[in-house]
């Protein structure tokens, strides 16, 4: 199973800024399987990038994924308020699918 | 707009089965070709896939927990759900249901549901 190791845990910024998380695979991620779902206390996880760098329906340019083969990047430009949540990194492209720790973001 | 809701019991004794069920509103589970997941989140640990099914009953499961789990469709009452048999304490989590896209992208979930497995 692909390990996923998410960096930082906490990354705390103020509105405008931008925010960059890390996510590191132990594997190579085939195909570039990889998606970011942000999290919210009490509310369902939103899906906000596949294919590492694809944006789901409806969500912002503000959200930017990259990366290929082990290390992928997801980029929040503008940060705004609505942005503190809990950001998770997934791979899909060995089963089983496996889930990153998340990184918490807290904007000041 | 498409919604799914957890439902269950949120205490279950060690040894006896978990057994909860997805509510599907704004679309139907047989309408289109996705597939239908599980997923949990045991406290200080990353997400975990447990399975996924599809409405005319074909199954995958995460293959730690295979031995343990059946999903199944209910496509009458737009409903899919999870048994999780011989409980420990390490099955105690938050539990979703999400919609899969059939490469496990999970593209809308339910709010999620606190399962504690003790006596």
């Known amino acids: 199973e692909i390990v996923l190791t998410q960096s930082p845990g906490t990354l705390s910024l103020s509105p405008g800024e931008r925010a960059t998380l890390s996510c590191r695979a132990s594997?190579?991620?085939?195909?570039?399987?990889l998606a970011w779902y942000q999290e919210k206390p009490g509310q369902a996880p939103r899906l906000l990038i596949y294919g590492a760098s694809s944006r789901a329906t409806g969500i912002p340019d503000r959200f930017s994924g990259s990366g290929s083969g082990t290390d992928f990047t997801l980029t929040i430009s503008r940060l705004e308020p609505e942005d503190s949540a809990v950001y998770y990194c997934q791979q899909y492209g060995s089963s089983p699918c496996s889930f990153g720790q998340g990184t918490k973001l807290e904007i000041k | 707009q498409l919604q799914l809701q957890e439902s269950g019991p949120g205490l279950v004794k060690p040894s006896e089965t978990l057994s909860l069920t997805c509510t599907v509103s704004g679309g139907s589970i047989s309408g289109s070709d996705y597939y239908w997941g599980w997923l949990r989140q045991p406290p200080g640990k990353p997400l975990e896939w447990i399975g996924s099914?599809?409405?005319?009953?074909?199954?995958y499961y995460s293959p730690s927990l295979k031995s343990r789990v059946t999903i199944s469709v209910d496509t009458f009452q737009n409903q899919f759900s999870l048994k999780f048999n011989s409980v420990t304490a390490a099955d105690t989590a938050v539990y979703y249901c999400a919609r899969d896209d059939g490469n496990r992208v999970f593209d809308h979930w339910g709010q999620g549901t606190l399962v504690t497995v003790s006596s």
């Open positions: 099914v599809y409405y005319r009953g074909g199954t």
């Open positions: 594997q190579y991620v085939r195909s570039r399987y």
